[in-house]
């Protein structure tokens, strides 16, 4: 039996109440309706009748132990770096190639100290509004000329930007996107999301259009054309309910509380420009098929049409998600579950088709292992011609090689709602393992027909796998270097640029010749700073910006904060670095240049950023560090502009 890693008792359908209200029946295809591991819910009725027998069931003991088991170029300029194309992420600055949108960053605002990196004097908190600059690559200037105050203790989770419309996501605390904090519930409920759309036609004075708060906690967001989609999770509070449930006079007296209450009093809201009303519909929800009690949480997948927020719609389940991965077509939600019997980790991968505002349950699969475990691990799965290709890591605790790597290929079934393992590897056939004993999986890409893994303890193995035939995928070619790479990025059909850390602790760079995956090359390497050296881009693809020249040399800007190479682990500074990729239609010359770095005037102690943000645009680079911006022009960064 497979467990959730329950934390609270028996809250079954305590998500799925959140889906309750009066609404007209929603249409269902037949492959819509069959029960997979979601099964349609009919009517409120149903919700109200499990959910409150589901209140008073205390946790098994079992349960109980199971908690504790486990950007694309747009002509000249660059946007936010995202990894599928068509499908743009959120990020806290954005830039049209007009007006740079620079949100403040996020805090816990209860209890962080804000400290200088490089003293003892306390450090501002960033300013409470979104600053709107008018940006003049042709003298590397840029203005201010209006700004978006924002209430206190409201965060910007991100932003997009749709033509004259601005919006951002909003929350009254911040999490981060996944991990292994998502697993207590009991940290993050109950919560506050929503988002506020504004024209920003004249950015010296943006209009709010529509201001949206929700029941519960930001977990992720996409926009495909003019629909953004919002996922969020959400737990109600029960005054006077034993959560831990441990004789029977505490489950007598939550049959009373529960009695008490109606189904509405349990229900997620939304608040519209200041009018309430509930979150979600019944009949656009789903119930896990399990027979096992799932957490008391709703995962809800809010479909917002930018050119009429007030008609979204949200479709719900009552599990869990830790991760989401999108493609064009549809969305794909990843658990962390536990398999008491098995003794082994387990991820659940519920997919649900995308079409404007309607979001639609076509299946779902068990693989063996963990997905995501935080990070970018969305690079882990990828949609290609319909099908799902996924890797996932079991780790097993022996000494001699304590974690196991399998990719799989999954394939919505025709005529029940199922995703099927068409393929795993390794496998009986094709025992050949992905990566050596003890090696842990880093950097992953997929592109078209090929998968690109990096795992690594102390050398770093490059795996190129053949997926041209999805049923049979096979190892194809390996590379063993120095070192490691954490984040892939395609140059063109024939290359492959890694980022990630020499086995000395540099930052590395490394030029990657695929022409031929039986035979991956290197092409060359170049590392920045001493041990301890890192950057950003390493864990959040927004901080790479890429370039490409379709006839020319590529650009790129990586942001880094640089140690000493003397080994004496002595910070020297936050710098945003520049190279080159010249001749990268013939691989065998091609080569990989820095062409220098923009580091920031001092004003006082080199302070350390804890964003960075860049964006070239013709032969300016605007370099967002914190909530400051600086330019320079590619060929002289070290002559630097700003802040602005």
């Known amino acids: 039996m497979t467990h959730h890693r329950t934390i609270f008792p028996a809250l079954l359908l305590v998500a799925l109440a959140g889906c309750g209200s009066d609404s007209s029946p929603v249409d269902r295809d037949q492959h819509d309706t069959a029960k997979g591991l979601l099964s349609p819910i009919s009517t409120a009725a149903e919700f109200e009748v499990s959910l409150k027998a589901a209140l008073t069931q205390p946790a098994t003991a079992a349960q109980l132990a199971a908690a504790d088991a486990a950007a694309e170029a747009q002509g000249s300029f660059t946007g936010t770096y995202t990894q599928e194309a068509n499908v743009d992420e959120l990020d806290a600055v954005r830039y049209d190639g007009e007006?740079?949108?620079?949100?403040?960053?996020?805090?816990?605002?209860?209890?962080?100290?804000?400290?200088?990196?490089?003293?003892?004097?306390?450090?501002?908190?960033?300013?409470?509004?979104?600053?709107?600059?008018?940006?003049?690559?042709?003298?590397?200037?840029?203005?201010?000329?209006?700004?978006?105050a924002l209430d206190d203790g409201v965060s910007v989770q991100g932003m997009y930007v749709d033509d004259d419309k601005l919006i951002a996501l909003t929350g009254t605390l911040v999490y981060g996107s996944f991990g292994d904090m998502w697993a207590d519930i009991a940290i993050w409920a109950p919560e506050d999301s929503g988002f506020r759309i504004y024209d920003v036609a004249d950015p010296a004075n943006p209009v709010l259009d529509v201001d949206v708060v929700m029941d519960g906690v930001f977990v992720e967001s996409r926009r495909i054309g003019d629909t953004v989609y919002v996922?969020?999770?959400?737990?109600?509070?029960?005054?006077?309910?034993?959560?831990y449930v441990t004789d029977a006079q505490q489950r007598t007296e939550n049959e009373a509380t529960l009695a008490s209450l109606t189904l509405d009093d349990l229900l997620p809201k939304v608040s519209i420009n200041g009018i309430s009303r509930p979150l979600i519909e019944p009949e656009r929800c789903y119930i896990t098929t399990d027979d096992v009690v799932p957490y008391p949480v709703i995962t809800s997948v809010t479909a917002i049409p930018i050119d009429n927020p007030e008609g979204f719609r949200t479709t719900c389940y009552n599990e869990d998600t830790y991760g989401v991965y999108v493609s064009q077509d549809a969305l794909y939600l990843v658990e962390d579950r536990y398999d008491t019997a098995g003794a082994k980790s387990v991820s659940r991968v519920h997919k649900f088709a995308l079409a404007g505002i309607d979001v639609s349950y076509r299946g779902s699969a068990d693989v063996t292992g963990y997905v995501w475990q935080g990070g970018q691990a969305d690079f882990r799965m990828s949609e290609h011609n319909g099908d799902l290709r996924l890797f996932a890591s079991e780790w097993s605790g022996a000494n001699d090689d304590f974690v196991d790597h399998k990719l799989y290929v999954l394939r919505e079934a025709n005529d029940r709602p199922d995703l099927d393992i068409i393929a795993a590897l390794p496998n009986a056939?094709?025992?050949?393992?992905?990566?050596?004993?003890?090696?842990?999986?880093?950097?992953?890409?997929?592109?078209?027909?090929?998968?690109?893994?990096?795992?690594?303890?102390?050398?770093?193995?490059?795996?190129?796998?053949?997926?041209s035939n999805p049923s049979d995928p096979f190892i194809a070619g390996e590379l063993e270097v120095t070192g490691f790479s954490d984040f892939l990025h395609p140059v063109n059909d024939d290359l492959l640029l890694g980022l990630g850390r020499s086995s000395e602790g540099s930052i590395k760079l490394e030029l990657f010749d695929v022409s031929d995956i039986s035979r991956p090359l290197s092409r060359g390497s170049a590392l920045i700073g001493g041990a301890g050296s890192y950057s950003e881009a390493?864990?959040?693809?927004?901080?790479?910006?890429?370039?490409?020249?379709?006839?020319?040399?590529?650009?790129?800007?990586?942001?880094?904060?640089?140690?000493?190479?003397?080994?004496?682990?002595?910070y020297l500074h936050s710098a945003l670095?520049?190279?080159?990729?010249?001749?990268?239609?013939?691989?065998?010359?091609?080569?990989?240049?820095?062409?220098?770095?923009?580091?920031?005037?001092?004003?006082?102690?080199?302070?350390w950023a804890e964003r960075s943000r860049s964006y070239p645009h013709g032969d300016t680079v605007y370099y967002v560090s914190d909530e400051d911006v600086w330019s320079a022009f590619w060929d002289t960064p070290s002559v630097v502009n700003g802040p602005f």
């Open 99 to 148: 007006h740079l949108f620079v949100a403040p960053r996020r805090y816990f605002h209860c209890c962080f100290i804000f400290t200088d990196a490089a003293s003892t004097q306390p450090a501002a908190p960033p300013e409470r509004s979104i600053r709107i600059l008018a940006t003049d690559p042709a003298t590397a200037g840029a203005d201010l000329v209006g700004e978006i």
């Open 231 to 243: 996922i969020s999770r959400y737990t109600p509070r029960v005054e006077g309910l034993h959560y």
């Open 429 to 467: 056939n094709r025992p050949a393992e992905i990566g050596k004993p003890n090696e842990d999986l880093y950097g992953v890409r997929f592109l078209g027909d090929v998968a690109y893994a990096v795992t690594f303890e102390r050398i770093d193995p490059l795996y190129a796998i053949d997926l």
């Open 538 to 570: 390493q864990y959040d693809r927004h901080a790479f910006t890429y370039l490409a020249n379709a006839s020319g040399t590529d650009r790129f800007t990586i942001p880094a904060h640089v140690y000493d190479p003397d080994d004496s682990w002595s």
């Open 577 to 607: 670095y520049l190279f080159e990729i010249r001749d990268k239609d013939m691989p065998s010359l091609t080569t990989l240049v820095e062409v220098g770095s923009i580091l920031r005037p001092a004003a006082g102690p080199e302070r």
